[in-house]
């Protein structure tokens, strides 16, 4: 079976929620005997259908060599994936590459960017068949993007899920109607969307294959400082600790701190214990929680980077209770 044949229409991939440790370029050496080179790759998940006349063009996914991850692509080094088939499946053709370093870069409205480094050489083929470095042997070397990123911040938060709500079933023949909102690309914004955002809730673009190489200039530490949560009484909340590009964390720690009278912290690290809010080290983890007090905790992590290597991805979940309706924030520091 063909690359382009292998994925399922509707299918959800479900991973890990924490990522692994970070630590070298992930580069891909390729080319061709001299000169420009053709590069060549698949992608997923396209929109198939058309409910209004230039709707799968308003879902429509780029693919782009960089320069850097913050630059313009050169002209010409842009390409549209093209569809392939009615499960998804589109690939991409960019041609007349010189040589060089760049940044891959794949978005598509509602997805989190997906990057990773290429080097084309001037030796090897004529033709670069790109594939990410490591992936579900289903994908059969198909660059697969992650819904969610409705605000195209490059992570899956409560801004997005805001977002999201505020264009409640709305669909694709209204003048307030987002793309980015509408994750399965059905022409309506509605709670099937939500859904396929909290499938990646607290993923970033960084926890992608292959991404860990890649300057996205966003400095390091921990990513979301400041968390805003619009509360319904009675409901649960859960809130990733998301760091990037830390070379280590020892002597460090991360403070939370909240709204005692909005919020009740049920548990410092769902993704590996049940509830936990007291001191000691969290069973199962490598968190441990230094002090906690009303409005207030303080963790330290302990991830083994060796010297030279950087850790990204989710240090913890945290999960609340809303004690109240309105809004709120989470800080982390």
């Known amino acids: 079976m063909s690359k382009k044949n292998m994925r399922t ?74 569809q392939t088939d009615s499960d998804g499946n589109g690939e991409f053709v960019i041609e007349d590459v010189p040589p060089g370093d760049y940044v891959l870069v794949i978005e598509r409205p509602g997805c989190l960017a997906r990057c990773m480094n290429v080097t084309i050489s001037s030796s090897g083929p004529d033709v670069i068949e ?65 859904l396929m955002l ?7 673009t960084v926890d992608y294959a292959g991404a860990e190489g890649v300057d996205f200039g966003l400095g390091s530490g921990i990513v979301n400082s400041t968390v805003k ?5 009675g409901y649960e909340y859960r809130v990733p600790i998301v760091a990037r590009n830390v070379a280590s964390f020892a002597g460090k720690a991360i403070t ?22 007291s001191a000691g080290v969290v069973p199962g983890s490598t968190i441990t929680v230094v002090s906690i007090s009303p409005g207030v905790a303080i963790l330290t992590f302990d991830a083994a980077i060796p010297q030279g290597g950087v850790w990204s991805g989710v240090v913890s979940i945290l999960k609340f209770k809303a004690l109240t309706n309105g809004a709120t924030t989470v800080h982390i520091e």
């Not at 997005?160 to 003048?175: E, I, K, P, Y």
């Not at 909290?198 to 970033?204: H, K, Q, V």
């Not at 709204?259 to 509830?275: M, P, S």
């Open 256 to 277: 939370i701190t909240y709204d005692q009278t909005a919020l009740e912290l049920w548990t410092v690290a769902e993704q590996v214990y049940g509830k936990h809010v």
């Open 9 to 82: 229409a509707g299918r959800i991939l479900i991973l890990s929620v924490l990522s692994g440790l970070f630590l070298l370029p992930n580069t891909m050496a390729v080319g061709s005997a001299n000169g420009v080179k053709t590069v060549h790759g698949y992608v997923w998940p396209m929109v198939t259908q058309d409910c209004i006349p230039g709707f799968a063009e308003q879902h429509g996914i780029v693919v782009e060599l960089r320069e850097t991850f913050q630059t313009p692509a050169a002209p010409g080094l842009s390409a549209a994936a093209t």
């Open 130 to 194: 790109l594939e990410p470095p490591d992936t579900d042997p289903m994908d059969s070397g198909v660059f697969v993007l992650w819904w969610g990123d409705c605000d195209g911040n490059l992570t899956i938060d409560d801004d997005d899920l805001l977002m999201l709500q505020g264009l409640w079933n709305v669909s694709a023949n209204s003048l307030n109607y987002d793309p980015a909102c509408d994750l399965d690309g059905n022409g309506r914004i509605d709670n099937s969307d939500a």
């Open 229 to 233: 949560l619009a509360l319904s009484q």
């Open 198 to 204: 909290m499938m990646r809730y607290g993923y970033s």
